[in-house]
Nanobody, 122 residues
Framework: QVQLVESGGGLVQTGGSLRLSCAAS????????MAWFRQAPGKEREFVAA????????AYADSVKGRFTISRDNAKNTVYLEMNSLKPEDTAVYYC???????????????WGQGTQVTVSS
């Protein structure tokens, strides 16, 4: 079971930027497909972005496409989410997860971090 620890959340103004990090345990991180999800108050957890272990393919939710970038550093066992042009509707707890690259359903992901809060003020 891989352990995931997110960091980098905080309070930022509309239009600002943040970079989230997710550190993973395990010597086979380079073979993990990884993703970011988020959950706003009163809403279901939703897919944000994913990165594959083969070829570093990426996928994004339409709501963040062009503003967010997912990347990974296998030497550091870390996946990142660079968030730019942040909006109040991006306010949520952000989670990283390990699971199949082609899925956007949280039930397909077996390992989760504890989450990091992102708050965007208007």
């Amino acid at each position: 079971q891989v352990q995931l620890v997110e960091s980098g959340g905080g309070l930022v103004q509309t239009g600002g930027s943040l970079r989230l990090s997710c550190a993973a345990s395990g010597r086979t991180f380079s073979t993990y497909d990884m993703a970011w999800f988020r959950q706003a108050p009163g809403k279901e957890r939703e897919f944000v972005a994913a990165i594959s272990w083969i070829g570093g393919r990426t996928a994004y939710a339409d709501s963040v496409k062009g503003r967010f970038t997912i990347s990974r550093d296998n030497a550091k066992n870390t996946v990142y989410l660079e968030m730019n042009s942040l909006k109040p509707e991006d306010t949520a707890v952000y989670y990283c997860a390990r699971g199949p690259y082609g899925s956007r359903f949280q039930t397909d992901f077996g390992s989760w971090g504890q989450g990091t809060q992102v708050t965007v003020s208007s």
